[in-house]
């Protein structure tokens, strides 16, 4: 099979960076196009979206279309995530009825915002969904936008319900990714607030594997051929870790104690308590050597101690995570 041409939208971000890095390291790929977006003006940021959507469908050979821009955390109000449905409205209104070489799609979606308030862990794809805040509303609808289109497209499309990322080179200006933040914390000399109990469990996976997941998974679904069905799948290690656990984690890869507050905040509700997770789907995707969680720790905080470029990407108004 011909190298497709790959966009990246949110190259500027955790998950897209990464993809970014990985894909243009690769010996027999052609690397990656980073879309350059200037989010902080929607006309403008669809325009150069559009331009780069049509650039990558346009030539004669395969593509992908990597979706990996998001602005939001579980806090985030409702008028965000409606801005940022309206911008991926009107991209892919406009590139609609674009001719197109055949092409694949990833949207990177969250499976801890959309099974928040779902029933009986771990879940996998065949759970309902039961977002609790805005931030898992607005995936779901996001996730619906991007299977409309690939249905009218004719394009093949992976929606990628991602569990708790950690790793070097989070955006350390977004209020989540609890191994960076303790850390930084820590760095910075200042305490650490929780605000939820520490019993509060997640499914946490290394950068280095979700990526490789992600792209493993591109690869199977191109290789059943023509466009079929959408394919959902969730990205997770298996690996769970309470609160609890990433705080002494933490501690042991630092070799010093956390200063740890605990508080109150209204957004603790939208919080699910239990979000481990499983996947039924493309189960081959899952067999492989996760990092330990312990190890990843300990590789986040060497990097951010170190600081070095990637290990403590602070973002800036053109990149989206």
């Known amino acids: 099979m011909t190298n497709p041409t790959t966009l990246v939208v949110g190259a500027g971000g955790f998950l897209g960076g990464a993809v970014v890095r990985s894909l243009d390291a690769g010996a027999d790929a052609p690397g990656a196009v980073a879309a350059r977006v200037p989010w902080d003006d929607q006309d403008a940021a669809v325009q150069a979206l559009v331009d780069a959507v049509r650039s990558v469908r346009s030539g004669p050979t395969p593509w992908r279309l990597l979706w990996c821009a998001g602005t939001g955390v579980v806090a985030t109000g409702a008028d965000v995530f409606e801005q940022e449905r309206r911008l991926i409205g009107r991209v892919l209104d406009a590139t609609r009825g674009d001719d197109s ?46 299977r409309d289109w690939a249905e009218h497209t004719g394009s093949r499309l992976v929606v990628g319900r991602i569990s708790n990322l950690y790793g070097p080179g989070a955006n350390l200006r ?130 951010m101690r170190s600081g070095r470029p990637d290990a403590a990407a602070h973002g800036s108004p053109d990149t989206q995570q």
């Open 174 to 303: 977004k209020p989540q990714g609890l191994v960076s933040q303790l850390t930084l914390a820590h760095l910075e000399g200042r305490p650490s607030s929780i605000y939820v109990p520490m019993s509060t469990t997640r499914d946490y996976l290394y950068i280095d594997d979700a990526v490789a997941m992600v792209l493993q998974t591109l690869d199977l679904v191109e290789r059943q051929g023509a466009a079929a069905d959408p394919v959902t799948k969730i990205l997770a290690s298996g690996q769970p870790a309470t609160i609890a656990d990433v705080i002494a984690a933490v501690e042991e890869a630092l070799g010093a104690d956390l200063d740890i507050v605990h508080g109150v905040d209204p957004s603790a509700t939208f919080h699910g308590l239990d979000l481990r997770m499983r996947s039924a789907v493309l189960p081959e995707v899952d067999d492989r050597s996760f990092v330990p969680f312990r190890q990843g720790v300990g590789r986040t905080v060497q990097a």
């Open 101 to 146: 070489a055949p092409g694949t799609v990833f949207f990177a979606s969250s499976a801890g915002a959309v099974y928040a308030g779902s029933d009986a862990p771990p879940f996998d794809e065949d759970t309902e969904p039961a977002p609790l805040a805005p931030y898992g509303h607005a995936k779901l609808a996001e996730e619906q936008q991007f």
